[in-house]
């Protein structure tokens, strides 16, 4: 059984940075799609970023372009998301998901593991 742990979200201002890192556990994922998510208060959760096992493969939402850049190391099962710029509208519950399925992250939205998440929140 897997399990994903995401830790370094915080409170920063508007213009800011934070890196987010997902610690993979329980097995090895370094042939899963990786992914991060975030859920904003009163919102759905909607989807941020995904790569590949390999890294090769890399997606973002339009909202995050630019901004936002994932990453992932595989020897230490352990995934990034790095953010500057942070706005406001970026205040949100940030989950790490993982899946086999390049399809199910990035299209469904529907990995097979998630984690806890971890609050991040941009004030103005």
């Known amino acids: 059984q897997g399990q994903l742990v995401e830790s370094g979200g915080g409170l920063v201002q508007a213009g800011g940075s934070l890196r987010l890192s997902c610690a993979a556990s329980?097995?090895?994922?370094?042939?899963?799609?990786m992914g991060w998510f975030r859920q904003a208060p009163g919102k759905e959760r909607e989807f941020v970023s995904a790569i590949s096992w390999s890294g090769g493969g890399i997606n973002y939402a339009d909202s995050v372009k630019g901004r936002f850049t994932i990453s992932r190391d595989n020897a230490k099962n352990t995934v990034y998301l790095q953010m500057n710029s942070l706005k406001p509208e970026d205040t949100a519950v940030y989950y790490c998901?993982?899946?086999?399925?390049?399809?199910?992250?990035?299209?469904?939205?529907?990995?097979?593991?998630w984690g806890q998440g971890t609050q991040v929140t941009v004030s103005s």
């Open positions: 998901a993982a899946d086999r399925d390049w399809y199910r992250v990035v299209r469904t939205w529907a990995p097979t593991y």
């Open positions: 329980g097995r090895t994922f370094s042939s899963y799609t």
